[in-house]
């Protein structure tokens, strides 16, 4: 079964700390692993794209991580602000499935001043 | 350039009666999926129109139904409703010769009461 798990499920830190959220798949065959932010009641805003061969990628204080052999991923935030309260999804898109999208339960974020 | 919009903002229906929701896609986008988030979940895949054919289906009953314009526009049908289609419901578009980058719209918050 085609499935995208999460953790922790929520996560409250201080702000200007460093947090990772993690990321396991079991979805197959892969073609891309995503990171969403979601603030609450809008629609998910991408931070990062991973294909197979990408092991590492940033933007801004965000960095993702991917281990395809072991189908894990993880989002690590740096510095955190009181804006990164919100949703973080991760998502994975199976190939040649037409780009449909399974997606996690998401890590629901709280940075406290 | 505008993004992925949708209508209306909020909705609120009553058991039974049958509502519809609508997605324009980001300029120069071909393809649109559809996708159900219950609060506090990860969105669920209700389907994906390209071409202006169904190409891709979740697991979703035949009182969901969609449509796609020769402008790419979609719209979303939900029959019958029951209080559980109560959700935030999102449009995300993209381009199939691209990267599969899908963008979301901010959504449309249902209302089954």
């Known amino acids: 079964k085609n499935q995208v798990e999460q953790s922790p499920q929520s996560l409250i830190i201080l702000e200007g700390k460093n947090c990772t959220l993690q990321?396991?798949?079991?979805?197959?065959?892969?073609?891309?692993l995503r990171w969403y932010k979601q603030d609450t009641g809008r629609g998910p805003v991408s931070l990062t794209i991973?294909?197979?061969?990408?092991n590492t990628k940033s933007n801004g204080r965000y960095t993702a991580t991917l281990d395809a052999d072991t189908k894990q991923s993880s989002l690590h935030i740096t510095a955190s602000q009181l804006s990164d309260s919100a949703s973080y999804i991760c998502?994975?898109?199976?190939?040649?499935?037409?780009?449909?999208?399974?997606f996690g339960g998401g890590t629901r974020l709280m940075v406290k001043p | 350039d505008a993004g992925v919009t949708q209508s209306p903002t909020h909705l609120i229906k009553t058991r039974g009666q049958q509502v519809t929701l609508r997605c324009s896609p980001k300029?120069?986008?071909?393809?649109v999926s559809w996708y159900q988030q219950a609060l506090g979940q990860g969105p669920q895949f209700i389907f994906q129109?390209?071409?202006?054919?169904?190409?891709q289906r979740g697991n979703f009953p035949d009182r969901f139904s969609g449509h796609q314009f020769p402008n790419y526009s979609s719209e979303l049908n939900v029959n019958a409703l029951l209080l559980g289609d109560s959700a935030l419901y999102l449009c995300?578009?993209?381009?199939?010769?691209?990267?599969?980058?899908?963008?979301f719209g901010p959504g449309t918050r249902l209302t089954v009461t």
């Open positions: 129109y390209y071409e202006e054919e169904e190409r």
């Open positions: 991973m294909t197979f061969s990408e």
């Open positions: 995300a578009s993209s381009f199939e010769g691209g990267s599969y980058e899908q963008y």
């Open positions: 300029s120069g986008h071909d393809t």
């Open positions: 990321c396991n798949y079991t979805v197959s065959p892969f073609s891309n």
């Open positions: 998502v994975v898109s199976r190939y040649n499935a037409g780009n449909m999208l399974t």
